[in-house]
C-alpha cells in the first residue's frame, strides 16, 4: 500500500512540476571556460564581432584541455615501426639539404589544388584511397587512419592553442606527404572566403572534395567511413561565421614576431593565425569541428599544407625584415603550458627526441617549395578560378559551359588594399568575420547533420533530447514591405498603445548588417557541448524575423546521464553568428518566470526526468493527442532552458 501511495505521489509530483531544478540544474560555467569567454571578448563589441566565434574558440580550447588520454598508446608495434620509418625518410631529406638555402631539387612542390591539372590530382586523391584501403600495417585501422590518429588525445591537446600548432603540424602534414610520395597540393580556401555564397564553391563538388553538406557521398573521398564504420559528416556553412579572406593573411604579414600570430591574444585578434584556422574547422562543421576527429576529412591535409605556407611566407618576411624565425620561438610566461620551447613533441614515434624549438627549424622549409598564390588576371590558369575586381575569386558549382562564374561581381565584398610589410597596414580587425548575406540565406535550405560522437566513439543510443525554447526579437532596422503603401506593418515601432513596448531590449546597431531573407524565415541553432564529456549536439529551430517577437522549440541532445552525471555547456546563435543570451525558469508562487543563466547545466537521472531517451518521445511530451477528432493540443508548459535573442548590447556571460 505505501508502495502504490509512493507511485502516485511521485506521478503527481512529476505532472504539477515538470521543470523543476535539480534534474536539469544550472551550474557555474568552469572557470577555464568562462574567463577565456572574457579574455576573447575583451574591448571587444557585440555590434563588430560575432559571439559564435568566441564561444568556438573557447569552447575546442577546454575540450581539449580535458583530454586525459592518448590515442597513440593504441597503436600496434608495427604501426609504431611504420611511422617512425615516415620520420626517418624526413630526417634523412634534411640532412641533404642542411647546407643549402635553395629548395629546386625537392619533389616536394606544392600548389593550389584547382591549379593542378586532373592527373595532377588524381595522383594525390589516388594515393589517399590507397592509404584509406591499406590495412597491411595494422589490421584494426588503415595507413590512413593510423596516420589519423597521431592527431588526438593529448597530442591534439598540445598541437593547438599556443606557438606549438606551427611546428608541430607542419611534422604531421609532411609524415602523410612522405607516406603518399607525392606532394600535397594546398587549399587557398581564401577565394573562396571572397564568394557571395562560398558554399557554392566548386571545391565542393564531385571534382574535388565532395558534397559539403551531410554525409559525404561524392568526389573521391565519397563513400569514406570513419574508424567508427560512420560516413565522414560535413555541415559547410552552417557555423554562422564565413571563411578568412584575403585580409587575413595580408594581417599575418603584417607582423613581424611569432608571439604576435600565435596564441594567446586578447580578443579575437586578425592577427592570430589560429584564429582563421578555427574559422576553416568550424565553417566546415560536422567531424571538421572536432579536433581529435577532424583528419577523418581529407580535407585536413589540404587545409593543412595552407596554414603551413601562410607560415612559409611569414618566416620569409622575417628573414626580410632581419629576423631569424629559427630564434623566434615564444618565450615568457604568457606562453601555454606544453608549448615552451624546451618541451618535447609528445606526438610519437620520432627517432629521435625533439623540442618546440627544433621544429622551427629552417631544415623543414628546405625540403618544401610553393608555387605562388593564384594571382589576376590569370589565376594560375585555373577554369575553376576567375578574376574580379583584382582579386582572385572561387567559381561555384554553376551550370552552362563556364563552371560556376560567380554572376554577381557587383556583391563581391571588397577586399582592402594593405601596403605589404608595413606594421601600420590599415586592417579591420573584424571585417572578415560575418557570414555574407548570400551565404545565410543559403543555410536555409539546407538540413543538419550531427555526428552523435562521443568521446571518440559514434553512440547514436547514448544521446538524450531536450526541449528548448527560443524567443527572437526583430533584429533592429530590418525592413518588410508588406502593405500596398509599402508600410511595413510588422514593425513594432509602428504598433499602438501596449504593443510599443516591445523591442525594448533591441539596442545594437551592428557594424555589419545581417541581411534578411524576402520571406522572413531564419534559423536559429541551438548547440550542447559536454563539459564533462567531448561531444557536440547541434539542432535548429524556424523563426519568423519579420514579427515583433517569435518563438519556437527545439529537441537538442546530450550525453544520457548515468551513474555519472552529464553535465554541457548550451549556447544559441542566428544564421549570422550572433548569439543568444540563457535564461532559466524559477518558480515564483503559483507562476514561473525567467532569470538569467549561465549556460551550463548538470543532466541528471533522478526521477521525475527532465529530458527525453529519442526524438520522438521529446516531441510527443509538447502534445496531447486528440482522440475526438479536434487534432493534437500543444503543453503549453515553461521550458527549463530558454534562449532569447534580443540583440543586447552585452555577451551573454558578462553577467557572470
Not at 530590418?478 to 539596442?507: A, Q
Not at 509538447?622 to 521550458?639: A, I, Q, R, V
Not at 530558454?642 to 551573454?652: A, E, G, R
Amino acid at each position: 500500500m505505501s508502495r502504490h501511495y509512493s507511485y502516485r505521489f511521485l506521478l503527481g509530483l512529476a505532472l504539477c512540476l515538470p521543470f523543476i531544478f535539480g534534474k536539469v540544474q544550472e551550474i557555474q560555467t568552469p572557470i577555464e571556460l568562462q574567463e577565456c569567454f572574457f579574455y576573447k571578448s575583451l574591448n571587444t563589441s557585440v555590434a563588430e564581432v560575432p559571439g559564435k566565434l568566441i564561444e568556438d574558440f573557447c569552447l575546442r580550447k577546454y575540450s581539449l584541455s580535458q583530454y586525459e588520454e592518448n590515442t597513440q598508446k593504441n597503436i600496434s608495434a608495427e604501426g609504431v615501426r611504420y611511422l617512425e620509418s615516415l620520420y626517418r625518410q624526413i630526417d634523412a631529406e634534411t640532412q641533404l639539404t642542411r647546407k643549402k638555402r635553395q629548395t629546386t631539387a625537392t619533389w616536394r612542390v606544392r600548389s593550389e589544388i584547382r591549379t593542378l591539372s586532373a592527373a595532377q590530382r588524381n595522383r594525390i586523391f589516388g594515393c589517399l584511397n590507397r592509404l584509406k584501403r591499406d590495412f597491411t600495417i595494422d589490421r584494426t585501422r588503415s595507413i590512413y587512419d593510423l596516420i589519423g590518429s597521431l592527431h588526438s588525445g593529448q597530442a591534439a591537446q598540445l598541437m593547438h592553442n599556443g606557438p606549438g600548432f606551427l611546428g608541430r603540424h607542419t611534422l604531421y602534414v609532411l609524415a602523410l606527404e612522405t607516406a603518399c610520395r607525392t606532394p600535397i597540393p594546398y587549399w587557398d580556401f581564401m577565394m573562396d572566403g571572397a564568394m557571395n555564397d562560398p558554399t557554392s564553391s566548386a571545391v565542393w563538388s564531385n571534382t574535388f572534395f565532395g558534397n559539403g553538406n551531410g554525409p559525404v557521398r561524392t568526389g573521391f573521398c565519397g563513400n569514406w567511413v570513419t574508424p567508427q564504420n560512420t560516413p565522414i559528416i560535413r555541415n559547410v556553412g552552417a557555423g554562422g561565421v564565413r571563411l578568412p579572406r584575403r585580409d587575413a593573411l595580408r594581417a599575418l604579414m603584417s607582423r613581424t614576431r611569432t608571439s604576435e600570430i600565435t596564441e594567446p591574444q586578447p580578443a579575437m585578434s586578425v592577427f592570430s593565425i589560429e584564429v582563421h584556422h578555427n574559422a576553416v574547422h568550424n565553417h566546415i562543421d560536422g567531424h571538421f569541428s572536432a579536433l581529435d576527429t577532424s583528419p577523418f576529412d581529407p580535407v585536413f591535409w589540404f587545409l593543412h599544407s595552407m596554414f603551413h605556407y601562410m607560415w612559409y611566407m611569414f618566416k620569409n618576411n622575417q628573414r626580410a625584415r632581419g629576423v631569424d624565425p629559427q630564434r623566434d620561438y615564444p618565450r615568457g610566461p604568457n606562453v601555454p603550458q606544453g608549448h615552451e620551447f624546451f618541451q618535447r613533441v609528445n606526438f610519437m614515434p620520432f627517432v629521435r627526441p625533439m623540442t618546440n624549438l627544433e621544429t622551427f627549424s629552417d631544415r623543414y622549409d628546405r625540403i618544401v617549395r610553393y608555387t605562388p598564390l593564384p594571382r589576376c588576371p590569370t589565376c594560375g590558369g585555373s577554369r575553376y578560378l576567375v578574376c574580379l575586381q583584382g582579386v582572385c575569386v572561387a567559381r561555384s558549382r554553376g551550370t552552362g559551359n563556364i563552371p560556376g562564374l560567380v554572376r554577381r561581381p557587383t556583391g563581391l565584398r571588397r577586399v582592402r588594399t594593405i601596403v605589404r610589410g608595413k606594421r601600420s597596414a590599415n586592417i579591420d580587425n573584424n571585417s572578415v568575420l560575418l557570414q555574407s548575406h548570400a551565404e545565410a540565406l543559403s543555410a536555409l535550405d539546407r538540413s543538419y547533420t550531427n555526428t552523435l560522437m562521443i568521446n571518440g566513439h559514434y553512440t547514436p543510443k547514448d544521446w538524450v533530447y531536450l526541449n528548448v525554447r527560443v524567443i527572437y526579437e526583430r533584429p533592429k532596422s530590418d525592413v518588410f514591405n508588406s502593405t500596398v503603401d509599402g508600410r511595413d506593418m510588422y514593425d513594432p515601432s509602428s504598433f499602438y498603445d501596449g504593443g510599443k513596448e516591445l523591442g525594448i531590449n533591441n539596442r545594437v546597431l551592428y557594424k555589419q548588417r545581417c541581411e534578411p531573407s524576402g520571406s522572413g524565415a531564419t534559423k536559429v541553432f541551438v548547440q550542447s557541448d559536454g563539459l564533462n564529456y567531448h561531444g557536440r549536439y547541434k539542432e535548429f529551430a524556424i523563426l519568423d524575423e519579420r514579427q515583433a517577437v517569435s518563438s519556437a522549440i527545439v529537441q537538442v541532445a546530450v550525453r544520457k546521464p548515468s551513474d555519472e552525471n552529464s553535465n554541457a555547456y548550451l549556447s544559441a546563435y542566428d544564421s549570422c553568428g550572433r548569439v543568444c543570451r540563457p535564461v532559466c525558469s524559477v518558480q515564483k508562487g503559483s507562476s514561473s518566470a525567467y532569470k538569467a543563466c549561465s549556460g551550463s547545466f548538470k543532466i541528471t537521472n533522478e526521477y521525475p526526468l527532465m529530458y527525453s531517451n529519442s526524438y520522438e518521445s521529446a516531441i510527443s511530451s509538447l502534445w496531447h493527442l486528440s482522440l475526438d477528432g479536434k487534432g493534437p493540443l500543444f503543453t503549453n508548459h515553461f521550458s527549463a532552458i530558454t534562449f532569447i535573442c534580443d540583440h543586447q548590447n552585452l555577451w551573454p556571460w558578462s553577467k557572470y
